[in-house]
């Protein structure tokens, strides 16, 4: 029988203890630059999910990089976004990759639109080294596109690499059946994150978090409130701006993850799990962090 990788799970302690230090003297570059590479003409909510999940996370910067309809719908929601807009000629163009010099950490994919022309883009900025980039939704897709060659760079990637996928997501890049993921979840999450050295964050109830060198985490918080299209593109801008404030990619991972499902618990309280928007989720988490700082979650 096949051994099991030691797990824990993520509580209040835990995810308290990864708190990042906010010096009282520290300024917006003191706290990291996030870049999104996120939305399209099809897909311009996940671009605003993504980066009001990237503000409440706390880092000093957060950019985004897209098509003009989605910078300008972005911007008048949240107005701190530093706004890029490019030339995408259609979904999932080549990615403006000289945005990413002034970048401490980088997403890409939350509304992207899957395309080869976006997995050239990724294999380029895979093997450029330089900051953690966290990889969701049609950026994993589009990787799937051409997975053998995808596998293989993630394995040799000159950068940290955070995968955020669903279990759907999962299969298509890894080539599992679902029915095997859903049977072993820690098992596949680990034996994946070891064998391509990455951070991986297997999507779904009770989260599995995978470290590159076997240590696995599972989260303990967040229910079916948060199953609706855009929770998870919350999540990958949270994520994304911890990273940015230079947590390391396996920490950042348990934290954004705990404190986007103590989110979703806390508004599943007050307005079921039917009636739990994913647009409430960035301020619910700023709440959550709050309390996580006080020392008062149990």
């Given at each position: 029988?096949?051994?099991?990788?030691?797990?824990r799970t993520t509580d209040a302690a835990l995810a308290g203890s990864?708190?990042?230090?906010?010096?009282?003297?520290?300024?917006?570059?003191?706290?990291?630059?996030?870049?999104?590479?996120?939305?399209?003409?099809?897909?311009?909510?996940?671009?605003?999910?993504?980066?009001?999940?990237?503000?409440?996370?706390?880092?000093?910067?957060?950019?985004?990089?897209?098509?003009?309809?989605?910078?300008?719908?972005?911007?008048?929601?949240?107005?701190?976004?530093?706004?890029?807009?490019?030339?995408?000629?259609?979904?999932?163009?080549?990615?403006?990759?000289?945005?990413?010099?002034?970048?401490?950490?980088?997403?890409?994919?939350?509304?992207?639109?899957?395309?080869?022309?976006?997995?050239?883009?990724?294999?380029?900025?895979?093997?450029?080294?330089?900051?953690?980039?966290?990889l969701d939704a049609d950026a994993l897709n589009s990787l799937a596109?051409?997975?053998?060659?995808?596998?293989?760079?993630?394995?040799?990637?000159?950068?940290?690499?955070?995968?955020?996928?669903?279990?759907?997501?999962?299969?298509?890049?890894?080539?599992?059946?679902?029915?095997?993921?859903?049977?072993?979840?820690?098992?596949?999450?680990?034996?994946?994150?070891?064998?391509?050295?990455?951070?991986?964050?297997?999507?779904?109830?009770?989260?599995?978090?995978?470290?590159?060198?076997?240590?696995?985490?599972?989260?303990?918080?967040?229910?079916?409130?948060?199953?609706?299209?855009?929770?998870?593109?919350?999540?990958?801008?949270?994520?994304?701006?911890?990273?940015?404030?230079?947590?390391?990619?396996?920490?950042?991972?348990?934290?954004?993850?705990?404190l986007h499902g103590a989110a979703g618990d806390a508004l599943t309280?007050?307005?079921?799990?039917?009636?739990?928007?994913?647009?409430?989720?960035?301020?619910?988490?700023?709440?959550?962090?709050?309390?996580?700082?006080?020392?008062?979650?149990?």
């Amino acid at each position: 029988m096949k051994k099991q990788p030691k797990q824990r799970t993520t509580d209040a302690a835990l995810a308290g203890s990864l708190l990042p230090v906010r010096p009282a003297d520290g300024n917006k570059g003191t706290f990291g630059r996030a870049l999104l590479f996120c939305g399209s003409e099809q897909y311009r909510g996940a671009a605003c999910l993504s980066a009001e999940g990237a503000l409440s996370g706390g880092a000093g910067l957060v950019e985004l990089a897209s098509c003009e309809a989605v910078v300008s719908l972005v911007l008048s929601r949240a107005p701190s976004v530093i706004g890029t807009a490019y030339a995408t000629s259609g979904v999932g163009a080549f990615l403006p990759l000289d945005l990413t010099r002034k970048a401490t950490a980088i997403l890409v994919g939350c509304g992207s639109g899957k395309s080869e022309r976006l997995a050239l883009s990724l294999f380029e900025l895979l093997k450029t080294p330089g900051c953690p980039v966290v990889l969701d939704a049609d950026a994993l897709n589009s990787l799937a596109l051409k997975r053998g060659t995808a596998l293989e760079i993630l394995k040799s990637a000159a950068r940290p690499v955070v995968l955020t996928p669903h279990p759907l997501e999962f299969s298509r890049l890894s080539g599992l059946p679902l029915d095997t993921i859903s049977s072993d979840r820690v098992g596949v999450a680990a034996d994946f994150a070891k064998t391509y050295g990455v951070t991986l964050v297997l999507k779904g109830a009770g989260t599995v978090i995978a470290s590159p060198d076997g240590e696995v985490t599972v989260n303990a918080t967040g229910g079916s409130g948060l199953a609706k299209g855009g929770s998870g593109d919350v999540l990958a801008g949270l994520l994304v701006s911890l990273l940015a404030q230079g947590m390391e990619p396996y920490g950042a991972s348990i934290l954004a993850v705990y404190l986007h499902g103590a989110a979703g618990d806390a508004l599943t309280k007050e307005y079921s799990e039917m009636g739990v928007r994913p647009d409430d989720l960035p301020r619910e988490i700023a709440r959550q962090t709050a309390r996580l700082y006080r020392g008062d979650c149990q």
